[in-house]
Each structure stands twice: as structure tokens, then as C-alpha cells.
């Protein structure tokens, strides 16, 4: 039978890929997500994880997903699902709920067996009319055994042929799309370079899954993605924790210190040591310790003795710092503390996405302890904002915290790598900038109230500092009560004085828009997609999105006094709208919150929004 086609010209389409935590889903989206960007797509990729480390094969709980959304004009990594590759009968149930009406599913028949339903807790043997998929396109292949006889021959056992699955079901996808192998192949290769057995597998498989979708007698949709002429370059694809390393070096190179993080394995932070570590041979020091207080308490002490010094965690390891964080705040000293935030509390949802960190940060310390707080918007934005929390930290000789999340530091998107030199320069506040004669701990600038950063061990610039309150013109140990207010102060004037050396609140959209949108952090591409898509239907709605929060941008209120209908979206209680209301007077918003462990849907916000204009 001759093959009927659809070819559907889009111009961005969302792929999950979904299985057991062992299919190889995340290795399958990342080569497909790569292979997009080198078409000439614009990609964001979510990779989302089981909390569990290995659950029962074939249950709801151990579901492993990886969507890829491409295209043009791509902020986030889409919504509903256009495709979805379906390994198994729990991989389609948990992601039935992302699926469009139209959208194609693919599946290994292999996977769907009586024993398989029931494990997915299906009470019916037709799991699509019981998920009532009664309108989208079903591939039905049995890859596990296609997989199998692919590999008939070869010299790798039962249990290594059958993971190939995960290559033939890239393979199809490739057809799908019109992806060429020519680039996953390199990659394969590249990837499974010391075991030459095992790359020969997959590229056989792949492409024998390619093949198949090719020679397929099944009525399907083909896909014909736009590209994007993009800026000439060298790119990467990188995730937000890549991208936060990356900042951090950058930042210790303008600067002339060396780098050094202090950090303890944490979900979903861990990946910022195992990228530093890899940099040695430019200076960096990258320490695994014992717990998150021996983090906090190394980078101080690196920070002691003159190095841009940093420490990684996510929430439940914030808590555990906190103590230490407000001795660099009563020390004085430059530290760049990074909150990859998950779901909490305690343990919580350690695979998961949120933004219940920000009082934490704000707050999370003992005594009047003001502190910097700065979030990154997507995963490359985390170079920057790495970038700018060191420069921010060592110029203000401060503790910074830079927060971002579960969905962008696992999130990948093609990054240009960028030209450092067009960066702000990062020069230090440190005791070359005074007499040698004049100085002493306690001595201040006098435009930035930050004091000047002297390492230990410099000769002619021995001094003392702790956590106890010191005098304000000595720097020696002081109970007054006179000098305390003043040494309060002067710590908070410091961090208000920041806001005088960051960038301004940008509004995306018109000063007479009918409602404003204010978000911060990783919600920026769902919160950009819904307010476009509103002003393509004819609404006017404007975007606030806001990176530094502690200080503020210092044309906040005047930006935000141009609105009477302000809505608030964030994925907490209303924690930052919380924070506005008590900085700006006389401030009045509407909140959106969803606290889910999953990112915001594009078609939800619209709804909350519309229904908001409506009021």
C-alpha cells in the first residue's frame, strides 16, 4: 500500500518523550532537542524526573519525561503536546492530560500487555477510550521486538538490546520531523565512544526505527518545522546549572580571583559542582564536603582569604546555611550563595519545580540581616545572572543569593556563547582601592557604604572580623547600643545603595495596557507566551518580570503605579506579591498561585488572566 502523508508546516511543535525511569528517554530527547538546534530551531527542553530513584517498573510513580518544545520565537518548553512517544501503558496515562485533540501518539505495543495495564492501574484493556484519546493519531509499533530482531546477531545480550528501544523510537521521531541521521549518529558515536559495540547497536537501531516510519503503510502527520535565522556563533545547548558554572567562571576571570565553591550533593543543584569540577586547569576549585553547613562555611573562608568564593544547594540546604550566611552578612564578606529551588517543604518533591524559597532568602536569618536576592528567568539567563551576583557581591562585599529552579536548571535551551569583554567590568572593593596607610577593617566607601575587602594573609593589612557587632569607625568588638543602630543601618543602606548599580524593570508591552502581569524567575517564558498570545487576540496586557528583588530596581513603583489592574502569577502563596505590597504603599494586586511541583500551563494563565481583564 502506498504511504499517505500529511505534512503539516507548524511553526513550533512540542515533543514528550515518556517511559520507565531505565527507557532512556532523557538521552532520547537531548540528542532529538540538539538535533533541532542544529536544523535551525529555536528549543527549550523540560526534563522531568521521577522522585523516586528507581520505582517499580511499569508504575505510575516511576514515569521519566523529557519535552522538547521547537520552533520559532520559543520562551518556554511548551504546553500541550503535539507528540507524544508512550513507552509504556503508565507513560501514557500520567501525560494524557498534556495531550492536544489532534496530536500523534506513538507507542510499543510490546509495552501494552494485560500484566502492563494493570500495573499502570488501567481497569479497562483499552487504556485510549478509557483515557478518552478518542481524537488523536495512534502509532502502534512494536519496538521491543523490532529493537530485538534489529539486533539479532550482534554481540550484546538480551538485556542491552532491549534498551536500545529508546534509538529506534528516536529513529522514527527523526522521520517524523524530517530530521536527517547524519548528526545523531555523531553524537551517538561521540557519546559511546570507548564501547565501539555499542555505538554500532545504536546506529543500527536508529536507524532501522527511521526506516521503519519511512516504509510505514499507516496513515500518519509528518511534521515541517520553521527555522530561525540566527545570530552567527559559536552555540551550546545548556541547561540553567551549566549555565550558572559557566557565569561563575566568567565572573572570577574578569574579577582576577580564583573560584572556589564549597558545596554537598543536592537534587537538583549537584550538576554546578560537577561542571566546576571540571575546570581545574583555570584556577577553580570546586570542593564537595561532608554537609551544607561545611559548604557555606568553606566559601566563607575562601572568601576570607580573597577568592570569589560561592556554595551551591536547593532549599532544605538554604535552611541549613542560614546560621552561616548571617556571619558573611555581619562579617562583610563577598559570597554568592545559589538556590536551585524544588518542592518543599522538608524533603519534599526533590524532582520538582517552585518558587517557596523567596521568604526563605529574603528573610531566613536571624537579627536585622539584609541580604541580596536575585533570581534567574530561563536556563541561559543563569549565566548572566551568575555573572551579575558575583560582580554584585564583590564589588558590595556582600552576601548575594541567586535563586533559580528545578524547571530551568534542568531546562536546556541553544545558548550563544557570548563575548565576556562586552560584559560590565568587576572590580573588587578591596583595599587597593585606599592608602595603605589609611586603612583599616571598619573603612567604607563612601558612594557604596561596602567596606574594604582585605585578604587574609596580605602583609600591612592584618585585621579581625566575626559574627560579633563591631564599632563602626575600629572595627574592634562593640556592645554599644548607639553604635549597633548605626551598624544596622549602614548594613541596610548597603544593599538599598545595590540599586543604584542594576538595570531598570523593562515592560514588555504598552504603558496603557489593561492589566499588568508581574512575575519573577523561571516562570518568565510561560508568563511571556500568555501575554503575547493575549495581545494576538486583541486584549492589551503588558509584562513585568523581574530578576533583582532585594533591592528593587529603583523605577519599580514608578512603572508600577502607571496600572490600576496588576496581577501577580508566581508558583508560592503569593510570596513575592507579599514582598511588593510591603515595599511599594499603597500597592494593590491580584494574585495568581499554583503550588503543583509542575511548570504554569500557557492556556491556564490565559484563562486566569482574561477572566481578570473581565472583572
Known amino acids: 500500500m502506498q504511504?499517505?502523508?500529511?505534512?503539516?508546516?507548524?511553526?513550533?511543535?512540542?515533543?514528550?518523550?515518556?517511559?520507565?525511569?531505565?527507557?532512556?528517554?532523557?538521552?532520547?530527547?537531548?540528542?532529538?532537542?540538539?538535533?533541532?538546534?542544529?536544523?535551525?530551531?529555536?528549543?527549550?527542553?523540560?526534563?522531568?524526573?521521577?522522585?523516586?530513584?528507581?520505582?517499580?517498573?511499569?508504575?505510575?510513580?516511576?514515569?521519566?519525561?523529557?519535552?522538547?518544545?521547537?520552533?520559532?520565537?520559543?520562551?518556554?518548553?511548551?504546553?500541550?503536546?503535539?507528540?507524544?512517544?508512550?513507552?509504556?501503558?503508565?507513560?501514557?496515562?500520567?501525560?494524557?492530560?498534556?495531550?492536544?485533540?489532534?496530536?500523534?501518539?506513538?507507542?510499543?505495543?510490546?509495552?501494552?500487555?494485560?500484566?502492563?495495564?494493570?500495573?499502570?492501574?488501567?481497569?479497562t484493556e483499552d487504556p485510549f477510550n478509557e483515557l478518552g484519546l478518542t481524537s488523536q493519531q495512534i502509532i502502534s509499533v512494536p519496538i521491543t521486538s523490532l529493537t530485538k530482531d534489529s539486533l539479532e546477531g550482534t554481540e550484546l545480550d538480551m538485556k542491552s538490546r532491549t534498551r536500545s528501544k529508546n534509538m529506534f523510537a528516536l529513529g522514527l521521531v527523526c522521520w517524523l520531523f524530517n530530521r536527517p541521521l547524519d548528526v545523531a549518529n555523531h553524537m551517538l558515536?561521540?557519546?559511546?565512544?570507548?564501547?565501539?559495540?555499542?555505538?554500532?547497536?545504536?546506529?543500527?537501531?536508529?536507524?532501522?526505527g527511521f526506516n521503519y516510519g519511512h516504509n510505514t503503510d499507516t496513515t500518519i502527520s509528518s511534521y515541517r518545522v520553521e527555522t530561525v535565522n540566527v545570530e552567527k556563533g559559536y552555540y551550546l545547548d545548556v541547561n540553567g546549572n551549566t549555565a550558572t558554572a559557566y557565569g561563575l567562571i566568567a565572573a572570577a576571570e574578569n574579577a582576577g580571583r580564583q573560584l572556589f565553591l564549597g558545596s554537598y550533593p543536592i537534587t537538583p543543584a549537584t550538576d554546578i559542582l560537577h561542571e566546576l569540577v571540571k575546570f581545574k586547569q583555570l584556577g577553580v576549585k570546586a570542593i564537595q564536603v561532608e554537609d551544607e553547613i561545611a559548604g557555606v562555611c568553606t566559601a566563607i573562608g575562601a572568601s576570607f582569604a580573597g577568592s570569589l568564593a560561592a556554595t551551591s544547594t536547593s532549599g532544605p540546604g538554604l535552611a541549613l546555611k542560614s546560621e552561616a550566611i548571617g556571619l558573611a552578612v555581619m562579617a562583610e564578606l563577598p559570597l554568592v550563595v545559589i538556590d536551585v529551588q524544588r518542592g518543599g517543604p522538608s524533603t519534599g518533591l526533590p524532582t520538582k519545580t517552585e518558587q517557596t524559597d523567596l521568604r526563605q532568602a529574603l528573610y531566613g536569618r536571624n537579627g536585622e540581616s539584609p541580604i541580596v536576592v536575585m533570581a534567574a528567568a530561563t536556563p541561559t539567563d543563569c549565566f548572566d545572572m551568575a555573572y551579575w551576583a558575583s560582580k554584585i557581591a564583590l564589588e558590595h562585599i556582600t552576601p548575594v543569593i541567586l535563586l533559580t529552579d528545578g524547571y530551568i536548571a534542568n531546562g536546556a535551551s541553544a545558548w550563544r556563547i557570548p563575548?565576556?569583554?562586552?560584559?560590565?567590568?568587576?572590580?573588587?572593593?578591596?583595599?587597593?582601592?585606599?592608602?595603605?596607610?589609611?586603612?583599616r577593617s571598619a573603612l567604607r566607601n563612601d558612594e557604596t557604604y561596602a567596606r574594604y575587602w582585605a585578604a587574609a594573609g596580605t602583609p600591612g593589612y592584618t585585621h579581625r572580623i566575626g559574627g560579633l557587632e563591631k564599632d563602626y569607625d575600629s572595627g574592634a568588638i562593640s556592645t554599644d547600643a548607639a553604635n549597633h543602630q548605626m551598624m544596622v543601618n549602614t548594613r541596610q543602606a548597603k544593599v538599598d545603595?545595590?540599586?543604584?548599580?542594576?538595570?531598570?524593570?523593562?515592560?514588555?508591552?504598552?504603558?496603557?495596557?489593561?492589566?499588568?502581569?508581574?512575575?519573577?524567575?523561571?516562570?518568565?517564558?510561560?508568563?511571556?507566551?500568555?501575554?503575547?498570545?493575549?495581545?494576538?487576540?486583541?486584549?492589551?496586557?503588558?509584562?513585568?518580570?523581574?530578576?533583582?528583588?532585594?533591592?528593587?530596581?529603583?523605577?519599580?513603583?514608578?512603572?508600577l503605579s502607571k496600572f490600576k489592574n496588576i496581577i501577580v502569577a508566581e508558583q508560592n502563596n503569593g510570596q513575592f506579591a507579599g514582598y511588593l505590597i510591603d515595599k511599594i504603599p499603597g500597592l494593590k494586586v491580584s494574585r495568581y498561585n499554583k503550588v503543583e511541583g509542575q511548570p504554569f500551563s500557557i492556556h491556564e494563565l490565559i484563562e486566569a488572566f482574561t477572566k481578570k481583564l473581565e472583572e
Open 189 to 208: 558515536s561521540a557519546k559511546f565512544a570507548k564501547k565501539p559495540a555499542l555505538v554500532e547497536a545504536n546506529l543500527k537501531v536508529l536507524a532501522d
Open 3 to 123: 504511504n499517505t502523508i500529511n505534512i503539516k508546516d507548524v511553526n513550533d511543535i512540542v515533543i514528550r518523550f515518556s517511559g520507565d525511569s531505565g527507557d532512556g528517554m532523557q538521552l532520547t530527547g537531548t540528542i532529538f532537542s540538539n538535533l533541532s538546534a542544529i536544523f535551525g530551531n529555536e528549543i527549550a527542553t523540560f526534563p522531568d524526573y521521577p522522585a523516586e530513584i528507581r520505582a517499580p517498573q511499569g508504575t505510575l510513580s516511576g514515569v521519566s519525561g523529557f519535552q522538547v518544545h521547537l520552533g520559532n520565537r520559543i520562551y518556554n518548553s511548551g504546553d500541550l503536546c503535539d507528540v507524544l512517544v508512550a513507552m509504556n501503558p503508565a507513560a501514557l496515562k500520567v501525560n494524557a492530560r498534556h495531550l492536544r485533540p489532534d496530536s500523534v501518539i506513538v507507542i510499543d505495543t510490546d509495552s501494552f500487555q494485560k500484566r502492563d495495564l494493570e500495573k499502570a492501574l488501567f481497569k
Open 419 to 439: 563575548d565576556t569583554d562586552k560584559y560590565p567590568s568587576i572590580t573588587p572593593n578591596d583595599q587597593t582601592q585606599v592608602d595603605e596607610n589609611e586603612w
Open 497 to 559: 545603595k545595590i540599586a543604584d548599580y542594576i538595570p531598570q524593570l523593562e515592560l514588555i508591552g504598552g504603558e496603557d495596557a489593561d492589566l499588568l502581569v508581574i512575575g519573577w524567575g523561571g516562570t518568565y517564558g510561560h508568563l511571556r507566551e500568555a501575554v503575547e498570545k493575549m495581545n494576538e487576540a486583541g486584549h492589551k496586557v503588558a509584562l513585568a518580570h523581574f530578576r533583582f528583588i532585594s533591592p528593587l530596581p529603583k523605577n519599580t513603583a514608578a512603572v
